[in-house]
């Protein structure tokens, strides 16, 4: 099992921005996924964004669409997430996973977490007035 590191979680008012990231061990292949979930209270966790490394392609929920961008880093295995546009309705724990699977993306698969064989251990956003 992979330990990745995320942080960039905080409280920010509504509108407002913050940037996460998660940073995968050198010690992994060059080839993954890396999907962005969250999880709030009293709700499941879902898929958020996700992207493949090497120039693959990203994936978003609906819910972020436009206002949450998805960026990675090859060189340093480090992926960021912009959050912009924040709304009260993103509060939530935000967690950053890795998906070996390279070869076999598909948008729905970012979205399912079982798919996702290593975790973070989440960093908490706050969207709040």
């Known amino acids: 099992q992979l330990q990745l590191v995320e942080s960039g979680g905080g409280l920010v008012q509504p509108g407002g921005s913050l940037r996460l990231s998660c940073v995968v061990p050198?010690?992994?292949?060059?080839?993954?996924?890396i999907g962005w979930f969250r999880q709030a209270p009293g709700k499941e966790r879902e898929g958020v964004a996700c992207?493949?490394?090497?120039?693959?392609?990203?994936y978003y929920a609906d819910s972020v669409k436009g206002r949450f961008t998805i960026y990675i880093n090859d060189a340093t295995n480090t992926v960021w997430m912009q959050m912009n546009s924040l709304k009260p309705e993103d509060t939530a724990v935000y967690y950053c996973?890795?998906?070996?699977?390279?070869?076999?993306?598909?948008?729905?698969?970012?979205?399912?977490?079982?798919?996702?064989?290593?975790w973070g251990q989440g960093t908490q956003v706050t969207v709040s007035s």
């Open positions: 996973a890795y998906d070996g699977a390279w070869a076999f993306w598909t948008p729905y698969r970012c979205g399912v977490p079982s798919n996702f064989g290593s």
């Open positions: 050198g010690r992994s292949s060059d080839y993954y996924i």
């Open positions: 992207i493949r490394s090497r120039g693959g392609s990203t």
